[in-house]
């Protein structure tokens, strides 16, 4: 097993894409299960802090450490199996998404979750249940995993297969490889109703694999991954459409959910979001206030009806549809992601460019709570002359409101605009992380999601999986 322990070798694993870092003495790179539960047997021993990484794509520090040891897992990173008949894949947690994507796609297979950011690696979207564009039609990544192979704080090891272990009520018991019986009161916790990656997931007489997925590398180590797998599409519309007005825009994405359309994705990018990609793609409409990007799924030839029902909608939302960008092949498909993934990209550049951490939110609320959480957004950040560029899952509800602060005074006035949008989301019965968990910078917005008792209770089940508090040290709680 390779170990690093060099301050230079190791300059990587102690920050993420959002810009936190962090500092630890040293990086261990186990290749097989055994190695792991070596690496977690001496760090229990020695009550030694241990950060689980996956590709530190994450925007919540959940994957840098504020000390100790690093377990990455970039060496586990095999694909055991891709299953064509019972539609499965079988790996580790290391495999790269977009490795994994490219496999799919030359079985004509095809793995929804998408979060924007490919390069991450699928133990890190487990940990995370990271969303992405498609959420709107499939779901987050939770719906896809089918079982889990889990390391404890101890060395004891969990396989974990859904449909097979559900809590009863609120009690839990699980049993690991060897033996060993644990037994685990679950709280009762209001999960909104929205799309969540916030805290532990718990519910009565649920099942017990939803408890490790989204536990930001607090409770185990995952190692085995059996995913689930759909036909691939025949094909996909993609476009993005230009609206002068944003509520034009809104309006867009409210008539595509009233009616039903089957759209893949639904995705949002405001003004803010145009002109700061204009220098790069000077093709962005001119006069245009937002845009929109939908996608939706071909089947059985009916492109030309998905297309006319496309342009009407379009019409009737007075957009611009002579200068929509439809995409037609592969390339041009790319070329708009690229446009979507570029902003955040940007956003991440811009910010660590003038030494700030990444300040954007994460929220979603009930569709019919949504636009006052946006013009409350908008509203008070415009109050205080801060730049900001507004995009995101729209069609979810979903909201990546992020602040551009020009100096030290404005960062810090942003903290708190951030704060007040994550309030306004939870009085709206939304919640404080949709998609990027809470990792360590948003720990104080989980408290005030779930109150004190329940992060008690939550906090009591990670001390009975990890008594020593040896995983993920600093992370939710
Ligand atoms: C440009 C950009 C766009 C993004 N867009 C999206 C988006 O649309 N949707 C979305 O959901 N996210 C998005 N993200 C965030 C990020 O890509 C996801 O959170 C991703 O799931 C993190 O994966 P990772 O491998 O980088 O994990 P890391 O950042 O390394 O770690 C994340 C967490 O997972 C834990 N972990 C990792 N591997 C394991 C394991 N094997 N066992 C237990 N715990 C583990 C870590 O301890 C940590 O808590 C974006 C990021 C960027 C930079």
Redesign the pocket.
Known sequence: MIIKNKQDEIQNFIK??SNYKGKCSVVYFPENESDVISILKEASKNKISV?????????TG??VPSEGIVVS?EKLNRILEINKDELFVLLE?GVILSTLQNELKNSNLFYPPD???TS??I??????N????RTFKYGPTRDYVLSINVILADGEKLIIKRGKTFTDGNKLQLETESGKKIKIELPDVNIPGTKN?AGYFCKKNMDVIDLFIGS??TL????KIKLMLLKAPKGEISCVVFFKQETDGLNFINAVREKSIDALALEFFDKGSLDFLRKDLPNISPKSDCAVWFEQEINNGNEDTLLENWIELIKDSNGNEEQCWFAFNEREKQKIKDFR?SI??KI?EFMAGKGFRKLGTDVAVPNNNFIELYNYAKQITENEAIKFVNYGHFGNSHMHFNFLPDSQKQYEKSKVLHDMICRKAISLRGTVSA???I?KTKKHLLLEMYGQETINKMFAIKKILDPNLIL?RG?LF
């Open positions: 993420d894409a950060t689980i990484t996956g590709n530190r794509t994450g925007l959940a994957g897992t947690p979060p924007t950011e991450c690696f133990g890190g979207t487990i940990a995370t990271a969303s992405g564009a990656a930001e590398g185990g180590v995952i190692i993934h955040s990209e991440n998609e990027h968990g990792g993920g992370n």
